[in-house]
């Protein structure tokens, strides 16, 4: 069977251009969207180059532009939408309403994965305000392609190492701190981590398999399920040195919410549910769900004891 065609949307972004990459790499015909709104920012266009140099092909395109979203969708067979949701960053999950619509039209697309690739906001109804805006955000968007029928995967990729295992999971740096660490109560909850590069591959290798249509993938490989403590003990193995352990109680950290802005309450409550309540371990994987490296026991997932080393 030939490779499905993809186009990737939001493909300079963070996790963007590593499905770019990922896609090329599994010998996928890749398509990447050229927003004409990027304008003059040089970084994004010469990374869409260095694409293009590695055989994607870039398609014009804009989100205020709804014909030349269709046009663009006509051209593949899957779309991959790796559009903003970090608060501190930029987050613009329901602009992927255009993108279905446009997938609607099409009709075309035999595979969807919306911009995902974290924490399964099915499983968020009861999350904190005001962090849970990126779950309904993107429950949203799984409502509208479902009522579309358009074929889908939702990949839950969990904590992006860069994000939550170079910092030993501290709210305010993205390395490791020096003499102390915070810990989240004991520190002994489950955790997924997962190696960005890692989460691209597995989305790519999901695009062509039957047994991920209209599923939710739960990127969870068992040697990347960690304590905050285990994780903190494999950083002072690389870095030969303890770290004071300093244990924060979750109404501590709660009440720390008060004196933060809007972004850092967004983050503070993901951390909540991951740190505390355990909302990435604590539940069987069932109907409607596969997990990556069972599926895929052929990809060799970076373990966080190596993807750590580059911090040392
Ligand atoms: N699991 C985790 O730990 C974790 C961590 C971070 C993010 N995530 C998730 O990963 C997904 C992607 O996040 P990210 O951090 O990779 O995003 P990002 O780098 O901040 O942005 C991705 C892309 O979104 C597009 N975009 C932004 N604003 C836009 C606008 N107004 N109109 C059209 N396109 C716009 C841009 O696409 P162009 O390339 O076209 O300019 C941008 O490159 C989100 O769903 C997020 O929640 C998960």
Not at 85 to 104: P, Y
Request: glycine content about 8%; aromatic content about 8%.
């Amino acid at each position: 069977m030939p490779k499905s065609k993809v186009l990737v949307v939001g493909g300079t972004g963070y996790i963007g251009r590593r499905i770019v990459k990922a896609s090329l790499a599994q010998g996928h015909e890749t398509y990447v969207l050229q927003r004409k709104e990027i304008g003059l920012d040089i970084d994004k266009l010469q990374m869409l180059l260095s694409f293009k140099k590695e055989g994607a092909h870039l398609v014009e395109g804009s989100f205020n532009d709804h014909k030349s979203l269709v046009e663009a969708v006509r051209k593949v067979d899957v779309v991959i939408c790796t559009m903003s949701g970090v608060h501190f960053r930029s987050h613009n999950i329901l602009l992927q309403l255009k993108l279905v619509e446009a997938i609607k039209e099409a009709g075309n697309v035999k595979r969807f994965l919306p911009s995902e690739f974290g924490m399964d906001p099915a499983r968020m109804a009861h999350a904190l305000e005001p962090g849970r805006v990126t779950f309904d955000e993107k429950m949203v968007i799984r409502k509208a392609i479902e009522a579309a029928n358009i074929p889908f995967t939702y990949v839950v990729a969990n904590c992006f190492a860069g994000y939550f295992a170079g910092n030993l999971s501290q709210m305010e740096c993205l390395t490791p701190p020096r003499n102390k660490v915070i810990l989240y109560g004991d520190g002994n909850v489950k955790v997924a981590f997962m190696d960005e590069d890692d989460v691209a591959t597995y989305a790519i290798k999901t695009i062509d398999d039957p047994r991920t249509l209209n599923k939710t993938l739960y990127l969870r490989p068992p040697g990347n399920i960690l304590t905050q403590r285990e994780l903190v003990a494999k950083w002072e193995k690389i870095s030969g040195k303890q770290l004071e352990k300093i244990s924060v109680s979750d109404r501590d950290l709660l009440a720390s919410l008060k004196v933060m802005d809007f972004a850092g309450q967004v983050g503070l409550g993901h951390f909540y549910h991951i740190f505390y309540e355990g909302c990435l371990t604590n539940f069987e994987i069932g109907e409607g769900a596969e997990e990556a490296s069972k599926l895929y026991p052929e990809v060799r997932y970076t373990r966080m004891e190596e993807y750590l080393k580059i911090y040392a």
